[in-house]
Antibody, heavy 120, light 108 residues
Framework: EVQLVESGGGLVQPGGSLRLSCAAS????????MSWVRQAPGKGLEWVAN????????YYVDSVKGRFTISRDNAKNSLYLQMNSLRAEDTAVYYC?????????????WGQGTLVTVSS | EIVMTQSPATLSVSPGERATLSCRAS??????LAWYQQKPGQAPRLLIY???TRATGIPARFSGSGSGTEFTLTISSLQSEDFAVYYC??????????FGQGTKVEIK
């Protein structure tokens, strides 16, 4: 059974940092593009970043470029999101999600999400 | 960036009735479009990919159509568990991958 389990969310002050993790199981993690998608309270879905199977390609939404870094450790079946210089508008539930094929496409599996709150 | 626009924002439907949700892309996305269902407090669930292919385990009452810039998600006979928010997402031109703002299907 495919499982994605996020962790690392919490309350952080503006300008602070947080590192999210996503533990994957039930599939060959190293074969899939992975993404982070976020959802601000009461709002819609926003793609944040994705990373290729071997980590050689990474892409970001403009609003987080230079502040967030996506990474993965295929030996540990884990995906990460390092978030620096956090702003109030980064407050959201952050989901990790898998693309179902070897190319970037839709998202067939999602984690349960981890809440990040940026507030003083 | 491709902007995805969904309509209506809210759709009031009685159980057993048909629901038709629309999604428009600001430029052609070919058939590279997915639909998701999200219930309160839950992660999104993939319903449709490739504009018209149902994901594994999705009931036949859900169907997707369209290509290019105009897409439709149809729920043929609404069940109580179908009342939720629905999002479309394009993956033709990226980054960024983009979602519509969502359509809430509520009980009439």
């Amino acid at each position: 059974e495919v499982q994605l389990v996020e962790s690392g969310g919490g309350l952080v002050q503006p300008g602070g940092s947080l590192r999210l993790s996503c533990a994957a199981s039930g599939f060959t993690f190293s074969s899939y593009w992975m993404s982070w998608v976020r959802q601000a309270p009461g709002k819609g879905l926003e793609w944040v970043a994705n990373i290729k199977q071997d980590g050689s390609e990474k892409y970001y939404v403009d609003s987080v470029k230079g502040r967030f870094t996506i990474s993965r450790d295929n030996a540990k079946n884990s995906l990460y999101l390092q978030m620096n210089s956090l702003r109030a508008e980064d407050t959201a539930v952050y989901y990790c999600a898998r693309a179902p094929t070897t190319v970037v496409s839709d998202f067939d599996y999602w984690g349960q999400g981890t809440l990040v709150t940026v507030s003083s | 960036e491709i902007v995805m626009t969904q309509s209506p924002a809210t759709l009031s439907v009685s159980p057993g009735e048909r629901a038709t949700l629309s999604c428009r892309a600001s430029q052609s996305v070919s058939s590279n479009l997915a639909w998701y269902q999200q219930k309160p407090g839950q992660a999104p669930r993939l319903l449709i990919y490739g504009a018209s292919t149902r994901a594994t385990g999705i009931p036949a009452r859900f169907s997707g159509s369209g290509s290019g810039t105009e897409f439709t998600l149809t729920i043929s006979s609404l069940q109580s568990e179908d009342f939720a928010v629905y999002y479309c997402q394009q993956y033709n031109n990226w980054p960024p991958l983009t979602f519509g703002q969502g359509t809430k299907v509520e009980i009439k």
